[in-house]
């Protein structure tokens, strides 16, 4: 065990805090990959896919893609995709990781206040996507929802202007299209307020959707701000002037037409008549490549950080436990009570805020303030380590609470140091009693490396989005997520019950011999 862990702590060591220093000839796409036909994932290069440089193995298409590899051929620079989820693309513009946001990004006036925007390379209508059965299927205005459910995305202006809508029931704002789909098709929503190509591939992937559109007057009041898309970069950056000359020379209506035509027809061109199991066999047999490379970084980060965390918990448990005597080593014990502090603050700290809130700090924030850049990976074992090492300090505190505090005394009798008492006498007794708690922690990390997304770690959840956004079949895609996770806990937890049993049969094992050689001694 202790060459294992060994080892492990080799790797985490060697893993790089930050990607070697940029190059002037490389510029750094962002993206969600999960909004088609604007960009989308895919298992190879076909139709113009592009790599995705943190995500091995994973491909990028759709406008914003191929828009983007003009704007880096005119510049004269190698493209870079990075994958992205939608509320860390303006953190990680401003933060340097990236060099611009090409995500089907509107520049409002709330955004402008944080990053740059080009002139706009896409023009987008306005439109309704509801069911086909729907009671407002003959609509000819947005006025003629009264009584409807009608919703826009989270942090977009969609979830604005359905306040233009006479008499609707506007409901909460969603996080993504793929949730807004299957909220309308479950018949929680009456519908969502989209922008004509993405209906276009949203209704194809789910034939009883349909989208309704309305003349100028009868639309939708937007500003330019709102109804384009533009290139966004980082305040003052010199990329905005050359971008712009470039933009000056095209035609967009006629780049726009050509380019997203053909993107609507790749994520359109399947048959989607299929039964709901077929649809999920289809889906497996296609993205099975990334689900099975989200479930290994899922099981990398949930094993190395667990063990990182009981390691941490353990000497934090044990310098909180140790005592310091005032009067023989003064100055011992004021600089223990400091670290004590210390230690109960780190706890404190990180059990009483949700992981997502210090993945976003630690990640995004450690670059745009100390200019300390972790890579994705390494972040998520530093977060989820310290964060389990903040919670299991306190099971391991409460495992050695549990020891009889008549063993430390007898310890202290025989000469015992503190720190030989409790590595030789009340640890052992304590991580036997903790053990079904470390094994709980362990499947809890696996099921919490989701929040991870937001910085980018391509784990499982990650991975499924990006296969959710792409298809615009959300239900299957989540049942296959559901059922990966459910099989991987599962197995977990019936192997270390396994272990748990083994052992409690050798601890069952040597206290009967121990106590035959007694009876044995005594008959002598």
């Known amino acids: 065990m202790k060459k294992i862990i060994y080892w492990l702590l080799a790797l985490y060591l060697l893993i790089p805090i930050g990607p070697v220093e940029a190059s002037e000839d490389v510029l750094k796409v962002g993206m969600e990959v ?60 401003t933060s340097g990781k990236i ?38 299927i003959n609509a000819r205005s947005i006025d003629d929802f009264k009584g409807a459910k009608i919703t826009g995305q989270l942090g977009t202006f969609h979830a604005e202007v359905v306040n233009q809508m006479d008499g609707v029931i506007k409901q909460e704002p969603m996080d993504s299209f793929p949730t807004m789909i299957a909220a309308t098709n479950a018949g929680n929503l009456d519908g969502y307020i989209s922008e004509e190509a993405g209906a276009l591939a949203a209704i194809a992937s789910n034939p009883n959707l ?39 020379e095209l035609d967009i209506n006629q780049v726009q037409d050509e380019i997203m035509s053909e993107m609507v027809d790749i994520t359109t061109q399947d048959e989607h008549d299929l039964s709901f199991f077929a ?21 990398f980060i949930s094993i190395v950080s667990t063990i990182v965390g009981f390691i941490i918990g353990l000497i934090v448990a044990i310098i909180r436990q140790m005592e310091t005597n005032k009067q023989t080593r003064p100055f011992g014990y004021y600089m223990h ?37 972790l890579s994705p990976m390494f972040a998520a074992l530093l977060i ?10 306190e099971v391991v505190r409460g495992g050695i609470n549990s020891v009889d ?16 008492a409790m590595t030789n006498i009340i640890l052992p007794q304590t991580i036997k009693t903790i053990l079904p708690s470390l094994g709980n922690e362990f499947v809890i990390n696996i099921k919490d490396t989701s929040v991870l997304n937001v910085i980018s770690v391509t784990e499982l959840f990650f991975m499924s989005r990006s296969v959710a956004g792409s298809t615009y079949q959300y239900f299957p895609t989540y049942i296959i997520t559901a059922l990966i996770y459910l099989v991987l806990t599962f197995t977990i937890t019936r192997i270390l019950l396994l272990l748990e049993k083994k052992y409690n049969e050798r601890d069952f094992i040597l206290e009967s011999s121990t106590g035959a050689n007694n009876v044995n001694t005594k008959n002598n």
């Open 34 to 93: 999960n909004y088609a036909p604007y960009n989308f994932s895919q298992t190879d290069d076909a139709n113009g896919g592009y790599p995705i440089a943190n995500s091995a193995g994973e491909y990028a298409n759709g406008y914003d893609v191929q828009f983007a590899q003009k704007i880096a051929d005119h510049l004269g620079k190698k493209l870079e995709i990075y994958k992205i989820d939608w509320d860390g693309l303006i953190p990680a513009l």
């Open 99 to 136: 060099d611009a946001i090409l995500a089907g990004m509107s520049p409002t006036t709330e955004r402008l206040k944080q990053v740059d925007f080009t002139e706009p390379y896409y023009k987008a209508k306005m439109v309704v996507v509801i069911p086909k059965d729907s009671p407002f």
């Open 210 to 248: 349909t989208y309704l559109k309305f003349e100028d007057e009868k639309n939708f009041k937007t500003s330019d701000s709102d109804t384009t898309i533009a290139v966004g970069l980082k305040k003052g950056s010199p990329l905005t002037e050359m971008i712009n000359d470039y933009l000056s």
């Open 279 to 299: 649809e999920v066999k289809t889906i497996w047999s296609q993205y099975s490549q990334l689900f099975l490379r989200g479930i290994l970084n899922t099981l």
């Open 337 to 373: 009570k400091f670290v004590n502090t210390l230690l109960t603050i780190y706890i404190e700290l990180f059990r009483g805020t949700p992981m997502m809130v210090q993945s976003v700090i630690i990640f995004y924030g450690l670059k745009q303030y100390f200019d300390i850049d």
């Open 384 to 393: 989820v380590s310290v964060n389990t090492g903040a919670y299991l300090s």
């Open 405 to 420: 505090k008549g063993q430390f005394e007898a310890c202290k009798a025989i000469g015992m140091t503190n720190w030989q």
